[in-house]
């Protein structure tokens, strides 16, 4: 059974930093494209970053480039969204997700719960 389960949500002022994590198992990690998607208040999904199969190749939103990084470790089978330089308007439900293959731009197949990141004063 494939399960993703993110972690270090919560509440920071802005300019802050946050790293999340998603702990996966179930399947064969380094196998995967991992993405790093979110939902803020009242909005749709928004993908912020997705990572390939062997961490060689990454994408990011416009919105959180220079700011945010994705990154994995297959030994320990998670993925990380480190986010500094936090804004208000990164305020959002993120979701960890499987895609499909190891390449990035696949379908996604599998979601986390989520973790809340909060960013006021």
């Known amino acids: 059974e494939v399960q993703l389960v993110e972690s270090g949500g919560g509440l920071v002022q802005p300019g802050g930093s946050l790293r999340l994590s998603c702990a996966a198992s179930?399947?064969?990690?380094?196998?995967?494209?991992m993405k790093w998607v979110r939902q803020a208040p009242g909005k749709g999904l928004e993908w912020v970053s997705v990572?390939?199969?062997?961490?060689?190749?990454?994408y990011y939103v416009e919105s959180v480039k220079g700011r945010f990084t994705i990154s994995r470790d297959n030994a320990k089978n998670t993925l990380y969204l480190q986010m500094n330089s936090l804004r208000s308007e990164d305020t959002a439900v993120y979701y960890c997700?499987?895609?499909?293959?190891?390449?990035?731009?696949?379908?996604?197949?599998?979601w986390g719960q989520g973790t809340r990141v909060t960013v006021s004063s």
């Open positions: 997700a499987k895609e499909d293959n190891r390449w990035v731009g696949g379908r996604v197949e599998y």
């Open positions: 179930g399947f064969t990690f380094d196998g995967y494209a």
């Open positions: 990572i390939s199969g062997n961490g060689d190749t990454t």
